[in-house]
C-alpha cells in the first residue's frame, strides 16, 4: 500500500506541476474586435489549456494567477491552470476508486467470500493488468512494479476520460503532461535497470561485444554506443507522442466533421456530421481505454527488457 501511494503520489504531483509550463506555450485566445459577436468554440476547450475553467450555468472561471518565478533569466510561470484541476480530478478519482473498492472488498470478503459489484470490478481490471500485462513482461519480481503500472493505468484512464465529458478537458492531450509522465516511466525503467544489472548497467550505454576480437571491438563500440543512448531515450519520447497524439487527433477529427455544417453554410447536411461525431466520440471512448493499457502495457514492456539481462 505504501509502495502504491508513493507511486501513485509522485506520478500526480509531477504531471500537475507540468500541466502549467506547457500552458505557457499555448496561444493567446483570439479576441474579436466589439462589433463581431464572439464565437463559442466547443471544441478545441477540451484539448487546450487555459487559466479559466468552464463551469456550467456560470461561464468562466478565472483560475488565480501565481507571482512569476525567475529562473536563469527566464520567467516561469506555475499559476495553476485548467489541465492542473483536471489532473488533481483525475487523481482525486483514482484515489476514491482504490479506497473505495480496497474496502468493498474487505467487506464482501468476509461477509461471502468474494466480492462483488463495483469492488469485484475493480478487482477484475486490477487483477488483469497484473497477470497480463506486468508479470507476463516484467518478468521475476515484476510485482513489484505492479503498483506504478497500476496507478499509470488509472491516472491515464480518467485523464483521458474527462476530456470526454461537457466542460471538461484532455490533460493527456497538453504535450507536457505526457512527456512528464513519460519521464517518471524512465526513471522507473533505468532504475530497475541498474538495480538489476548492477555495474553491468554500464554495457547498456557503452556497446562492447565480448565476441569479437580487438579490431572489431573497438569500431563496432564507437558506432553502435550512440545508438544504445539513442534507443534509451526513443522509448519514453514514443510514450509521450503516442498518448499526446492519440488524446489530441480524436478532438481535431470530431472538430473537422462539425464544421462541415459551417463550412457549406447549411443545416441541411447536419445529419451526416452529426451521426459521424457520435460515432467518433464513441470511438474516442474507446481509444481512452486503450490508450492507457498501451501506456501500461509498453511501461511493463520497457521495464521488463531492461531487467531481462539479470535474469
Partial sequence: MKLASFAFALVAAVAAFAAPLGAQEAPTAFAPPADVPARVDIITPHITDSHALEIPFYGEYELPRWTPLHIAGKTVDLSPTKHVVMLLIAAFLCLATMFTAARGAVKQTEEQGHTSGFAGAVETVVVFVRNEVVIPN?????????????????????????????????????????????????????????????????????????????????????????????????????????????????????????????????WSIAVAPAVMGVAMSLLELMVAFLQAFIFSLLASVFIGLGRQAAH
Fill in 138 to 266: 516484467v518478468g521475476p519480481h515484476g510485482d513489484g512494479f505492479a503498483p506504478f503500472v497500476l496507478t499509470i493505468f488509472f491516472f491515464i484512464l480518467y485523464a483521458n476520460l474527462l476530456g470526454l465529458i461537457p466542460y471538461g478537458s484532455t490533460a493527456t492531450g497538453n504535450i507536457a503532461v505526457t512527456a512528464s509522465l513519460a519521464l517518471i516511466t524512465f526513471l522507473v525503467i533505468e532504475g530497475a535497470t541498474m538495480a538489476a544489472l548492477g555495474w553491468g548497467y554500464i554495457g547498456t550505454i557503452f556497446y562492447w561485444p565480448h565476441d569479437m576480437p580487438l579490431a572489431m571491438k573497438l569500431p563496432m563500440t564507437f558506432i553502435m554506443t550512440p545508438v544504445e543512448l539513442i534507443s534509451k531515450f526513443t522509448k519514453p519520447f514514443a510514450l509521450a507522442i503516442r498518448l499526446f497524439a492519440n488524446m489530441t487527433a480524436g478532438h481535431v477529427v470530431l472538430l473537422a466533421f462539425i464544421s462541415l455544417i459551417f463550412t457549406f453554410h447549411s
